[in-house]
C-alpha cells in the first residue's frame, strides 16, 4: 500500500527558531511534493511544492527533496507563534494521475 | 486572490437522507477534486474530474457517491443515503491545466446523526 509517512509531533520550537518537518513516501516513482498547513478546524493551505531534487526556497520556507531516500522536509525558519498549525505532507504518487496521497501530518507549537 | 468556495459549511442531517455538497472551483481551474477528513484522521482521496468525468476514483467513492458539474461554475459531491461513517470535513480542491497545485476550500463538516 502506498504510503506517506510523518512524525505527528507535537514537535516544540521556540520563537525564532528554525523548525524541520520531516516526510517520508513508500513509492519510489513518485512525482509532485507537497507541503500544506491546516489549523485546526480549518482546509489545507498549500505552501511549498517541490518537483525535484534539492532545496526550493520562498521566504521563510525551504522544501528540500531527495528521491533516491524518499524523503521530502520543509524547513521554517525565524519560526512565529502564528506558524504552530499541523503540517500535511502530500505525494503525487502515480504517473498521469493527480491524486494526493496526504500524511497524518506534524504539529508545530511555536512558543513565544 | 481566486479561492474555491463551498456550501453549506456546515451540514446535519439524518442517517439514510441524501446529501449535496457544493463546490465552485477556481475560475480557470480545469481539474477537481473531493477529498474528506474524518476528525482526528487523515485527509483522504475520494474522486477527481476532469472534462466532466470521473478520472480516478477510490474505494471510499462506492455506489452511494455521485459527482456532478451541472453548469459552468458548480461541482457537487451527491451522498444517496447517508451512513453514520460519513461524518467528515469534506473538501473540495481544484487546479490548473499548468500545474499540479491543488487549492482547496474551506471545507463542509457533515455531521450524520
Known amino acids: 500500500q502506498k504510503e506517506v509517512e510523518q512524525n505527528s509531533g507535537p514537535l516544540s520550537v521556540p520563537e525564532g527558531a528554525i523548525a524541520s518537518l520531516n516526510c517520508t513516501y513508500s513509492?519510489?516513482?513518485?512525482?509532485?511534493f507537497f507541503w500544506y498547513r491546516q489549523y485546526s478546524g480549518k482546509s489545507p493551505e498549500l505552501i511549498m511544492f517541490i518537483y525535484s531534487n534539492g532545496d526550493k526556497e520562498d521566504g521563510r520556507f525551504t522544501a528540500q527533496l531527495n528521491k533516491a531516500s524518499q524523503y521530502v522536509s520543509l524547513l521554517i525558519r525565524d519560526s512565529q507563534p502564528s506558524d504552530s498549525a499541523t503540517y500535511l505532507c502530500?505525494?503525487?504518487?502515480?504517473?498521469?494521475?493527480?491524486?494526493?496521497?496526504f500524511g497524518k501530518g506534524t504539529m508545530l507549537l511555536v512558543s513565544p | 486572490e481566486p479561492e474555491v468556495t463551498q456550501t453549506p459549511s456546515h451540514q446535519v442531517t439524518q442517517m439514510g437522507q441524501e446529501v449535496i455538497l457544493r463546490c465552485v472551483p477556481i475560475s480557470n481551474h480545469l481539474y477537481f477534486y473531493w477529498y474528506r477528513q474524518i476528525l482526528g484522521q487523515k485527509v483522504e482521496f475520494l474522486v477527481s474530474?476532469?472534462?466532466?468525468?470521473?478520472?480516478?476514483k477510490s474505494e471510499i467513492f462506492d455506489d452511494q457517491f455521485s459527482v456532478e458539474r451541472p453548469d459552468g461554475s458548480n461541482f457537487t459531491l451527491k451522498i444517496r443515503s447517508t451512513k453514520l461513517e460519513d461524518s467528515a470535513m469534506y473538501f473540495c480542491?481544484?487546479?490548473?491545466?499548468?500545474?499540479?497545485?491543488?487549492?482547496f476550500g474551506p471545507g463542509t463538516r457533515l455531521t450524520v446523526t
Open positions: 502530500a505525494v503525487n504518487m502515480r504517473s498521469g494521475y493527480s491524486t494526493l496521497t
Open positions: 474530474f476532469y472534462n466532466n468525468e470521473i478520472s480516478e
Open positions: 480542491a481544484s487546479r490548473s491545466q499548468a500545474g499540479a497545485e491543488q487549492y
Open positions: 513509492d519510489r516513482g513518485s512525482q509532485s
